[in-house]
């Protein structure tokens, strides 16, 4: 499995209204940051805006014009009107990589989280960067993280152009 390159960037986005309008405290792109900080990852972030897919999406294609390697969202994936974060990251994505979306929700659900498969989350690339959706929970960005902590560091050697060991 390949290493984490030391100059890996990560930039953490939370979709929230009530966290962009300081009604509460942004815990789960807090656990984010700290989550891909542990990985080795330079964070950016957590970029708190709205649940507003044009917003979002400006947010995105920022990361992947600056060539960030991974880009994480917590937020906006569920089944409520104003959970858009898929929407948003939809128009930015070039290559899905359902898989990875998948394994998140599994692993949620495998794990006493039944709700864990309503999330409408994506994963995939834009550039040389992944994108992936996680919940807006501090727990659905622990899974996630579960999930993305092994995979990452072949993905990102994988969009710099590494060859496939």
Same mark, same amino acid.
């Given at each position: ?55 979002? /999406? &400006? =947010?995105? %294609?920022?990361?992947?014009?600056? *060539? +960030?390697?991974?880009? !994480?969202?917590?937020? $906006? ?24 979306? /998948? &394994? =998140?929700? %599994?692993?949620?659900?495998?794990? *006493? +989280?039944?709700?864990? !498969?309503?999330?409408? $989350? ?44």
């Amino acid at each position: 499995m390949s290493e984490l390159p030391a100059d890996a960037r990560a930039v953490v986005l939370t979709a929230s209204n009530r966290a962009h309008a300081g009604v509460y405290e942004d815990r789960s792109g807090q656990a984010l940051a700290a989550g891909l900080t542990a990985l080795g990852f330079a964070v950016e972030g957590p970029h708190v805006r709205p649940d507003d897919v044009d917003e979002l /999406e &400006a =947010v995105l %294609r920022d990361a992947v014009d600056l *060539g +960030v390697d991974v880009v !994480v969202t917590t937020g $906006g994936t569920g089944l409520s009107p104003t959970d858009v974060t898929p929407e948003a990251t939809r128009r930015v994505l070039e290559r899905e990589a359902p898989g990875i979306a /998948e &394994a =998140v929700r %599994r692993y949620g659900a495998e794990n *006493g +989280v039944p709700t864990a !498969v309503l999330s409408r $989350g994506l994963a995939g690339t834009a550039g040389r960067t992944l994108i992936v959706n996680l919940p807006g929970s501090t727990g659905g960005v622990k899974d996630g993280l579960a999930v993305l902590g092994p995979l990452l560091p072949h993905v990102v050697s994988q969009l710099r152009g590494g060859d496939h060991r």
